[in-house]
């Protein structure tokens, strides 16, 4: 029986996509496409297409590089408008990397559970081997060790010299011979059946596949939660305005930008080669199986096609009419025997034979349905589904997040390190905000006040003096001054101005710093 025509594989339009895309070697001629991982010549047409991202990520570092150093110099202040402009660009950028990175972790799981399901299914095709193998070696181990053994014990009493009709006793060795033989012939069927699959072994494989997705799923949920705490990390830093998260930002978004491109290196030449086996995965099946397993064998399966005859189901058939002609041989015999050989105990080896014959064929009508090709079409097929659609596509979908990773990890970079250059501690702010009269200012403008006020109060002080100069000197002297009247009241006193402005000037100097502090 074939395998319905809806259930028969095609591949996924993505799969054609990849396929389609350039395959060349180093001299840049288009190689043959077909998924072949042991040929030199594919391996180095994936390793072009992987060195693309590697190629924009050197061009990309190149560019960052000559941007920081026309920039780090660059000191010249920038208005809050175009600081507020940047750190909103900085937040927009920030949650669009991270809808990227959530897509890289949805593409990722998908991978995962297109992987595990693919060697579940795998692990199915080898369990229902093994069923095979185990059965056929059942039908052997009857016919061969427990039936012969019957064999043996019936020739040692046909051996025995007759009593009477020496034509009888030949009869009865043609029934013996011709039962011998259709029992080598059912189990000779079984060993045909078995033989070839003991060099089909999946296990190693399904196991390197199985410790692969154990390292690989989640080294990539590290990598990609990584770059979620950065974005989260710029987007603090950008809501708090908080220059050091910006420096640390600009510092790890260089990595990250190097990983993102890195990754797409990877991604890109694991999609293609996917791709290319999703176009025909039991080529590659066939090319992978031993050579002791016959391709028409792996074609029959891997296509359960209607018109194409199971190989092993003809083995099983020519093992049941033999296991049926045994039984009529045995028919045929056991009076013969009992007519010749009475009371010698062939009753309880003739019953022995009988149950080894059944419980052969027992087996072998179990077998059939292990033999068929539907069963082990189905896992398979669920198998190359499982990887083609939903794993490839989780692969497809993490090499576009990559991809938009690298490149707004690259803007934010490029942004973040543009804003942080402008962002000043709070004492910066402190200093520029010298017009505030109920803070006192820092120190180097207490020394730029106390200058001004100099000069500004010698000017006040001077006015002052003119006012008082039709004033008496006595009352100026013993109120203004807060000296004792003298009895010298024409001596000369020294300094300008007989000492009248200088005093008075520097009284006035003591008033106003005391006022100010």
């Known amino acids: 029986m074939g395998a319905r025509s809806d259930d028969t594989y095609h591949p996924p339009r993505l799969a054609e996509w990849l396929h389609r895309l350039p395959h060349v070697?180093?001299?840049?001629?288009?190689?043959?496409?077909?998924?072949?991982?042991?040929?030199?010549?594919?391996?180095?047409?994936?390793?072009?297409?992987?060195?693309?991202?590697?190629?924009?990520?050197?061009?990309?570092?190149?560019?960052?590089?000559?941007?920081?150093?026309?920039?780090?110099?660059?000191?010249?202040?920038?208005?809050?408008?175009?600081?507020?402009?940047?750190?909103?660009?900085?937040?927009?950028?920030?949650?669009?990397?991270?809808?990227?990175?959530?897509?890289?972790?949805?593409?990722?799981?998908?991978?995962?559970?297109?992987?595990?399901?693919?060697?579940?299914?795998?692990?199915?095709?080898?369990?229902?081997?093994?069923?095979?193998?185990?059965?056929?070696?059942?039908?052997?181990?009857?016919?061969?060790?427990?039936?012969?053994?019957?064999?043996?014990?019936?020739?040692?009493?046909?051996?025995?010299?007759?009593?009477?009709?020496?034509?009888?006793?030949?009869?009865?060795?043609?029934?013996?011979?011709r039962l011998i033989g259709n029992n080598t012939l059912a189990a000779n069927a079984a060993a045909e059946i078995r033989n070839p699959l003991l060099a089909l072994d999946i296990i190693p494989k399904i196991q390197m596949g199985e410790k692969f997705e154990t390292i690989r799923w989640p080294f990539t949920m590290a990598v990609l939660s990584v770059l979620l705490v950065l974005c989260v990390v710029l987007l603090v830093g950008v809501a708090r305005h908080n220059r050091c998260a910006l420096i640390a930002f600009s510092v790890c978004g260089l990595l990250a930008v190097i990983?993102?491109?890195?990754?797409?290196?990877?991604?890109?030449?694991?999609?293609?080669?996917?791709?290319?086996?999703?176009?025909?995965?039991?080529?590659?099946?066939?090319?992978?199986?031993?050579?002791?397993?016959?391709?028409?064998?792996?074609?029959?399966?891997?296509?359960?096609?209607?018109?194409?005859?199971?190989?092993?189901?003809?083995?099983?058939?020519?093992?049941?009419?033999?296991?049926?002609?045994?039984?009529?041989?045995?028919?045929?015999?056991?009076?013969?025997?009992?007519?010749?050989?009475?009371?010698?105990?062939?009753?309880?080896?003739?019953?022995?034979?009988k149950n080894e014959i059944n419980t052969a064929d027992t087996i072998g009508t179990s077998l059939t349905a292990l033999v068929d090709c539907r069963t082990l079409y189905t896992h398979y097929l669920r198998g190359a589904r499982a990887l083609c659609n939903v794993g490839l596509l989780g692969l497809t979908l993490m090499l576009v997040s990559a991809v938009l990773a690298g490149v707004m990890m690259t803007i934010l970079v490029w942004v973040d390190s543009h804003t942080w250059i402008y962002i000043r501690k709070k004492k910066d702010y402190q200093q520029v905000n010298e017009t505030d009269p109920y803070l006192p200012p820092p120190a180097a403008s207490q020394a730029i006040a106390a200058r001004t006020l100099q000069r500004s109060q010698g000017d006040g002080c001077d006015t002052r003096a003119q006012e008082h100069r039709g004033s008496h000197m006595a009352h100026l002297r013993g109120h203004t001054l807060g000296r004792l009247p003298s009895h010298h009241h024409h001596e000369p006193m020294s300094g300008p101005n007989n000492g009248k402005y200088a005093t008075l000037s520097k009284q006035c100097k003591t008033l106003e710093s005391s006022d100010f502090y």
């Not at 229902?128 to 040692?156: C, H, P, S, Y």
């Open 259 to 353: 990983a993102s491109y890195l990754l797409s290196s990877v991604y890109l030449a694991t999609s293609v080669a996917l791709g290319d086996l999703c176009m025909a995965p039991e080529r590659f099946v066939e090319n992978q199986a031993s050579t002791e397993l016959s391709k028409d064998i792996l074609r029959h399966y891997l296509n359960c096609e209607r018109a194409r005859a199971n190989p092993f189901t003809q083995r099983l058939r020519e093992a049941k009419t033999t296991l049926e002609h045994m039984r009529i041989e045995l028919s045929l015999l056991k009076p013969l025997a009992f007519q010749l050989f009475p009371k010698r105990g062939l009753e309880q080896k003739f019953n022995s034979l």
């Open 25 to 177: 070697n180093a001299t840049f001629r288009e190689v043959d496409s077909t998924f072949d991982p042991d040929s030199p010549v594919y391996l180095e047409s994936l390793g072009i297409l992987a060195s693309a991202p590697a190629a924009w990520l050197i061009f990309t570092l190149l560019i960052l590089l000559l941007y920081l150093l026309t920039r780090c110099c660059d000191r010249k202040p920038r208005h809050a408008k175009s600081i507020s402009a940047l750190k909103v660009t900085l937040a927009i950028m920030s949650v669009l990397c991270c809808a990227a990175v959530g897509l890289g972790l949805y593409g990722n799981d998908d991978l995962h559970n297109g992987i595990v399901q693919t060697l579940n299914q795998a692990r199915q095709i080898d369990g229902l081997v093994g069923k095979i193998k185990n059965q056929t070696e059942a039908i052997e181990r009857q016919l061969r060790v427990q039936a012969g053994a019957d064999f043996t014990g019936i020739r040692a009493i046909f051996d025995e010299p007759p009593a009477f009709n020496l034509t009888v006793l030949k009869a009865a060795e043609g029934h013996l011979l």
